[in-house]
């Protein structure tokens, strides 16, 4: 069974920087894509960023330039830089095990296991 923590929330003010960590364990066939996306009360889940088994990555506009997504494959994590923060990304951040077919744009409905979240606030 595949089991994501995630960990690294937090409150900051608007311009900080933030990482974001997610442990991995379980079996996560080799083609599947981590990501992560967000979520805010009474909003649609957002992608956020997406990187393949290639080490290819990919961003949501409003976030591009600003957040890097990476992982250790050694320590079986998946990172969030995020900088620049800005008070529109609050929301509760999830790592998620993507399957191979999604795009960034397409990401929510290809979602195959995420985490409970980690909180990110940010304050004008």
């Known amino acids: 069974q595949v089991q994501l923590q995630e960990s690294g929330g937090g409150s900051v003010q608007s311009g900080g920087s933030l990482r974001l960590s997610c442990a991995a364990s379980?079996?996560?066939?080799?083609?599947?894509?981590m990501g992560w996306f967000r979520q805010t009360p009474g909003k649609e889940r957002e992608g956020v960023a997406l990187?393949?088994?290639?080490?290819?990555?990919s961003y949501a506009d409003s976030v591009q330039g600003r957040f890097t997504i990476s992982q250790d494959n050694a320590k079986n994590t998946l990172y969030l830089q995020m900088n620049v923060l800005k008070p529109e990304d609050t929301a509760m951040y999830y790592c998620?095990?993507?399957?191979?077919?999604?795009?960034?744009?397409?990401?929510?409905?290809?979602?195959?296991?995420w985490g409970q979240g980690t909180q990110v606030t940010v304050s004008s």
């Open positions: 990187i393949d088994r290639t080490g290819s990555t």
């Open positions: 379980g079996y996560i066939y080799s083609s599947y894509s």
């Open positions: 998620a095990v993507v399957s191979e077919l999604a795009t960034i744009a397409t990401m929510i409905p290809f979602l195959r296991f």
